[in-house]
């Protein structure tokens, strides 16, 4: 598996893309880009977490960016995989007595039969394997899934689980 931990998202062209490395250029200490999409980048930095507060301080700096969205874990992009790691990484994260919502964007597959699954079904099998109650509107914790494609070829499912304040949200309604 590729090795980033950390997504932004910004307003799509090549004007945009440059102006938002300069700006986490001048912000970030060390950070490589791995890979970049339309409207996305894809970082490896020391630590994520740290990452998103350090860019929560500059956040009039950030206009042309969606979100900032720490990675936990990197996997293939099929439901089965997908829930079987947030599984793991929830009982390790979300307390037993916490909330959580799940949080899909872009699409999952199935595994057998390679077909793309419905967003609500995949969701739902995520969900279930996650033995912790379920808040739709106000949760402790967000289970953030994104599908992105690397390197303009291969697609792999992210997934961050973490409090709704670690996911740097700056125009609520994009990408």
Same mark, same amino acid.
């Given at each position: 598996? $590729? #090795?980033?931990?950390?997504? +932004? %998202?910004?307003e799509p062209g090549p004007e945009n893309y440059r102006y938002v490395l300069s700006v986490l250029r001048d912000i970030l200490d060390k950070y490589v880009v791995v890979d970049a999409a339309t409207a996305v980048i894809l970082l490896r930095v020391d630590d994520p977490y740290k990452a +998103? #507060? +350090?860019?929560?301080?500059?956040? /009039? #700096?950030l206009n042309l960016i969606y979100r900032i969205i720490p990675i936990d874990a990197i996997t293939n992009p099929y439901v089965e995989d997908v829930a079987e790691k947030s599984a793991e990484l929830a009982d390790k994260k979300i307390p037993m007595d916490k909330t959580y919502r799940v949080t899909l964007r872009g699409r999952l597959?199935?595994? #057998? %039969?390679?077909? $793309?699954?419905? !967003? !609500? /079904?995949? +969701?739902?099998?995520?969900a279930e394997k996650i033995d912790r109650p379920v808040s739709l509107t106000h949760p402790n914790y967000v289970v953030y899934i994104r599908s992105v494609r690397l390197y303009h070829r291969r697609r792999v499912a992210t997934i961050t689980i973490t409090t709704p304040d670690?996911?740097?949200?700056?125009? !609520?309604n994009k990408p």
């Open positions: 598996m $590729p #090795e980033f931990n950390l997504m +932004v %998202t910004h +998103v #507060e +350090v860019l929560k301080q500059h956040r /009039d #700096e597959y199935w595994r #057998e %039969t390679r077909m $793309p699954a419905h !967003s !609500s /079904d995949a +969701v739902k099998i995520i670690n996911i740097l949200a700056l125009a !609520s």
